[in-house]
């Protein structure tokens, strides 16, 4: 490949992940449920909820000071530069200041992994940054929120809390969030960046679900679909276990 083209092509393909790097540092500090039992099972308004979720994950965040666990990082990509797959296996250990990951195994195109995927992590890592934290944090700081319904279709009720960006921080993002009744955390996104991330990308798709892990909320899988505008898409998923 010309050397012009490929420095198009990896333009590409980053620009196609840089708007999912700050939300699953933001879901990994969702956390479990009122130890008092006292959540109320009334709907409350906006600033109310609002405020139940910053007060309820300040006190957790302290509370999950270190994890460990498995992430599987994958990058389809289908367009003007043809078909390209490629897929990594990392071990995270985290604490709220600093990040470390192992590359346990990898496949596929070793110009994803190393200009797409392994970019994502060193990203990550920079990201856990107090300063960038709280800049990108999910707060009314940062965001103004609207109360748009209830969805009681998967057991418990859930807030569903329409969320637009105050900054034009590049990593926030516009659209809605799902919180939950009991425990007052995030438990869906589906969104897309503030702004868009390149000139290169037409529209980028944001979706993301966490799941209770005992008594912390955390991150289940990823999915971020990037539409180019010379034609094809880039999708990159993210699935956590362990």
């Given at each position: 490949?010309?050397?012009?083209?490929?420095?198009?092509?990896?333009q590409f393909l980053l620009c196609a992940v840089v708007s999912l790097w700050n939300v699953p540092l933001c879901a990994a500090r969702q956390s479990a449920g009122d130890p008092s039992g006292t959540a109320a099972k009334e709907f409350l308004t906006v600033d109310r909820?609002?405020?139940?979720?910053?007060?309820?994950n300040q006190e957790r965040a302290a509370a999950l000071r270190t994890y460990e666990g498995t992430r599987t990082y994958r990058m389809q990509y289908r367009g003007f530069f043809g078909s390209h797959d490629a897929e990594i296996v990392v071990a995270v250990k985290a604490s709220p200041s600093e990040k470390e990951?192992?590359?346990?195994?990898?496949?596929?195109?070793?110009?994803?992994?190393?200009?797409?995927?392994?970019?994502?992590?060193?990203?990550?890592?920079?990201?856990?940054?107090?300063?960038?934290?709280?800049?990108?944090?999910?707060?009314?700081?940062?965001?103004a929120f609207t109360l748009t319904g209830i969805d009681d279709s998967a057991g418990d009720p859930q807030y569903i809390l329409s969320v637009f960006p105050k900054t034009d921080e590049k990593y926030l993002y516009r659209g809605k969030i799902w919180v939950d009744t009991n425990d007052f955390a995030v438990t869906r996104i589906e969104a897309e960046p503030a702004r868009s991330p390149s000139m290169w990308?037409?529209?980028?798709?944001?979706?993301?679900?966490?799941e209770k892990v005992g008594d912390f909320w955390l991150p289940q899988e990823n999915r971020t679909e990037s539409l180019i505008r010379l034609?094809?898409?880039?999708?990159?998923s993210i699935d956590y276990r362990d």
């Open positions: 490949m010309p050397s012009i083209t490929r420095r198009i092509a990896i909820v609002v405020s139940r979720m910053e007060q309820r990951f192992t590359v346990e195994s990898q496949s596929g195109s070793k110009f994803i992994i190393d200009h797409v995927l392994k970019k994502l992590l060193d990203g990550e890592k920079e990201a856990t940054d107090d300063q960038a934290r709280s800049r990108t944090a999910l707060i009314s700081k940062n965001y990308i037409k529209k980028a798709e944001i979706k993301h679900k966490y034609g094809g898409h880039a999708l990159l």
